[in-house]
């Protein structure tokens, strides 16, 4: 089993930064693939950003080009969403999940592609 604890939301005003954090406890951190995905109220969980195991791959959703980037820290168990120049929009419940099958292509970008999912961490952007 994997647990997944996000951290790192809440309030920011637009043009704004936030670096959302996930680490991960319970099996081997570095074998799998991690993604970020953001649910706004009254709308269906969608996908955000996603790295690899070994983080030579990345995706992200065409709204956060340019401005999100996704490293992470195989040594610190955790990955992270480095969220800049923030739009209102982009309120959301986000959430990490974790894909347990070992890979080294390009990471999944769809919801039932995950195994394990965190609790989710709120992030408004309003002025």
């Known amino acids: 089993q994997v647990q997944l604890v996000e951290s790192g939301g809440g309030l920011v005003q637009p043009g704004g930064s936030l670096r959302l954090s996930c680490t991960a406890s319970?099996?081997?951190?570095?074998?799998?693939?991690m993604g970020w995905f953001q649910q706004a109220p009254g709308k269906e969980r969608e996908f955000v950003a996603a790295i690899n195991r070994n983080g030579g791959s990345t995706l992200y959703a065409d709204s956060v080009k340019g401005r999100f980037t996704i490293p992470r820290d195989n040594a610190k168990n955790t990955v992270y969403l480095q969220m800049n120049s923030l739009k209102p929009e982009d309120t959301a419940v986000y959430y990490c999940a974790a894909d347990r099958r070992i890979s080294n292509g390009p990471p999944p970008q769809r919801i039932y592609e995950y195994d394990y999912w965190g609790q989710g961490t709120q992030v408004t952007i309003s002025s």
């Open positions: 319970g099996r081997t951190f570095s074998n799998f693939a």
